[in-house]
């Protein structure tokens, strides 16, 4: 059973749009939500982060929103650049302090010059 | 500013063969990861260790074994490779919080193939 869900294996964006990636959940204990994003054969690094208790989350061009009753996270960047170009994982924690991440499976983010 | 080191990089591993995947960290974090990365199936935790002298199992433990050496390693063993042992694996560290969460910080895989 998949507790963290990205539905869209892969995105497609020319350069300067929004890019606008998606992620649902099921487990309602989930109160930390973070994404990460990876370029191949390297680890992931972390991008941003939101709490159950904040509905956005803003850093320079990434922009994160939490809707609670949906049970649903997006994040959003604008303007997209070339070098956006990788998979973004989200991932999601049920506990304060450090817990293990629950990570959905990955969207490719292609942002096309 | 290593951050976290995986070693080795790369591995090719005959089925039955054991190994022993390395991780160490110069955060001074008190918590450590195993994950493994297969295609389409995003992250999943092997073992975790949440603090020096404990270790737990996460979501797809069978075939490993973990021991956290000190503060800085954690390492992974596959006793009995076998070919579904197949993957990216990556270790990871964050510090340990109260009540503040901390992301958690990757090192580069170990790219590990079973014939």
């Known amino acids: 059973d998949q507790q963290v869900k990205q539905n869209s294996p892969s995105l497609s964006v020319q350069e300067g749009r929004i890019s606008i990636l998606n992620c649902d959940y099921t487990?309602?204990?989930?109160?930390?939500f973070l994404w990460y994003k990876k370029y191949p054969a390297e680890g992931p690094t972390f991008l941003i982060s939101i709490s159950s208790i904040k509905d956005k989350n803003e850093d320079g061009r990434f922009t994160v929103f939490l809707n609670k009753s949906a049970k649903h996270l997006s994040l959003h960047i604008v303007p997209s650049q070339p070098g956006d170009s990788a998979v973004y994982f989200c991932?999601?924690?049920?506990?304060?302090?450090?817990?293990?991440?629950?990570f959905g499976k990955g969207t490719r983010l292609s942002v096309i010059a | 500013n290593a951050g976290v080191t995986q070693t080795p990089k790369f591995q090719v591993l005959k089925t039955g063969q054991s190994m022993t995947l390395q991780c160490a960290q110069d955060m001074n974090h008190n918590s450590m990861y195993w994950y493994r990365q297969d295609p389409g199936m995003g992250l999943r935790l092997i073992y975790y260790s949440a603090s020096e002298g404990t270790t737990d199992k996460g979501e797809v433990p069978n075939g490993y074994n973990v021991s956290r050496l000190n503060k800085r390693e954690f390492s992974l063993r596959l006793e009995s490779a076998a070919p579904s042992q197949t993957s990216v694996y990556f270790c990871?560290?964050?510090?340990?919080?109260?009540?503040?969460?901390?992301?958690?910080?990757f090192g580069d895989g170990t790219r590990l193939s079973i014939l």
């Open positions: 991932a999601a924690s049920a506990l304060p302090g450090n817990t293990p991440l629950v």
């Open positions: 487990n309602s204990m989930f109160d930390y």
């Open positions: 990871a560290s964050s510090a340990q919080g109260t009540g503040i969460n901390q992301p958690q910080h």
